[in-house]
């Protein structure tokens, strides 16, 4: 008898993870991806048989951090490596900024993802635009949805792209 995951994994369209991809862009990708459209986390997550722990990781919640045994639970499911997946985690030591989601427009318009170093406590501003990340719509103030969320680039209230707030961010 096969089980909920060999159904799953029969069915997934794998999806290459970009440089620095964050984890929680990179799973709304996954699941929005024609082939897939997996609307909930828990699906994959309860497939994997790691309960509801992609949930978690889409919010950027790592406490407790992600196991070997999860992350290689979840990397045969979608069809990668530990190591992918572990790169789409903060890198050892770093904490994260968990108040807003942050971004770097000039960024965001040669390549359209959240990367998951934006989020780093330590993270000042982007080093490749000398530019000060953004955190909040410089237009009507609201607060960046989770990058899972990311469909359209754009703020979710006003609808200001994201590539257009370059220029309201402050030098570095
Ligand atoms: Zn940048
Ligand atoms: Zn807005």
């Not at 934006?118 to 953004?134: F, P």
């Amino acid at each position: 008898m096969k089980n909920e995951a060999e159904d799953v994994q029969a069915w997934m369209e794998y999806v290459e993870p970009y440089e620095g991809e964050s984890i929680s862009h990179y799973f709304g990708r996954l699941r929005r991806e024609e082939a897939n459209s997996v609307s909930a986390p828990t699906t994959l997550s309860e497939a994997a048989g790691i309960g509801p722990a992609l949930s978690r990781w889409e919010k950027f919640r790592f406490n407790p951090f992600p196991s070997p045994k999860e992350l290689e639970a979840m990397g045969k499911l979608v069809g990668l490596t530990v190591e992918q997946l572990r790169a789409m985690l903060p890198a050892q030591g770093e904490r994260l900024v968990m108040r807003s989601m942050r971004l770097c427009g000039e960024c965001y318009r040669e390549s359209p993802y959240h990367r998951i170093d934006w989020q780093y406590e330590s993270t000042e501003g982007c080093e490749k635009h000398r530019l000060r990340l953004i955190s909040r719509c410089p237009a009507c103030d609201e607060k960046f949805a989770l990058p899972v969320e990311w469909v359209e680039g754009a703020c979710k209230r006003c609808g200001m792209k994201f590539t257009s707030m370059a220029k309201r961010q402050k030098p570095y």
